[in-house]
Antibody
Framework: EVQLVESGGGLIQPGGSLRLSCAAS????????MSWVRQAPGKGLEWVSV???????YYADSVKGRFTISRDNSKNTLYLQMNSLRAEDTAMYYC???????WGQGTLVTVSS | DVVMTQSPLSLPVTLGQPASISCRSS???????????LNWFQQRPGQSPRRLIY???NRDSGAPDRFSGSGSGTDFTLKISRVEAEDVGVYYC???????????FGQGTKVEIK
């Protein structure tokens, strides 16, 4: 059974940093393209970033230059390093795989002073 | 960038009756490989999204057969043949043909029971 488990969210002040993790089981992170998708409270889904099996990475314009996606193959874990956080980054962050067939339960990031 | 437009944004339905959601893209979603990467997701209240349909009309494992997808080019439709109480939630179309960005979602359609 495939499981994606996110962690690392929390309350952070504007300008701060957080690193989200997505631990995978029953699924090999390095062999697939993995995405981060976020959902602001009461809003729709917004794609954030992707890392392909070959290592190429892409970002939404809203996070480019501030967020970095990476993975640790030995830990079968996906990461999202988030710097210079803003109030508008407040959202539930999901990791997703296999063209959106697999999703984690999400981790909530709240950016507020 | 591709823009995905869903309608309606709110859909009150009667139990047992059909329902239909439209999704239009600002550009054709036919990929150079011949596939059309248009997916549909269901998000029940308090839950993560769940994919129901991939590549326009292919139902995912576990998705009830009352859900069906159709369309081509820029116009797509998700149909529920007979709405059940467990179908309440928000439905999103998503394109994965044009990148970057990799995925573009519609605004979502909220399905509720009358």
């Amino acid at each position: 059974e495939v499981q994606l488990v996110e962690s690392g969210g929390g309350l952070i002040q504007p300008g701060g940093s957080l690193r989200l993790s997505c631990a995978a089981s029953g699924f090999t992170v390095s062999s697939n393209y993995m995405s981060w998708v976020r959902q602001a409270p009461g809003k729709g889904l917004e794609w954030v970033s992707v890392i392909y099996s070959g290592g190429s990475t892409y970002y939404a314009d809203s996070v480019k230059g501030r967020f970095t996606i990476s993975r640790d193959n030995s830990k079968n874990t996906l990461y999202l390093q988030m710097n210079s956080l803003r109030a508008e980054d407040t959202a539930m962050y999901y990791c997703a795989a296999a063209m959106g067939y697999y999703w984690g339960q999400g981790t909530l990031v709240t950016v507020s002073s | 960038d591709v823009v995905m437009t869903q309608s309606p944004l709110s859909l009150p339905v009667t139990l047992g009756q059909p329902a239909s959601i439209s999704c239009r893209s600002s550009q054709s979603l036919v990929h150079s490989d011949g596939n059309t990467y248009l997916n549909w997701f269901q998000q029940r209240p308090g839950q993560s999204p769940r994919r129901l349909i991939y590549k326009v009309s292919n139902r995912d494992s576990g998705a009830p057969d009352r859900f069906s997808g159709s369309g081509s080019g820029t116009d797509f439709t998700l149909k529920i043949s007979r709405v059940e109480a467990e179908d309440v939630g928000v439905y999103y179309c998503m394109q994965a043909t044009h990148w970057p960005p990799t995925w573009t979602f519609g605004q979502g359609t909220k399905v509720e029971i009358k």
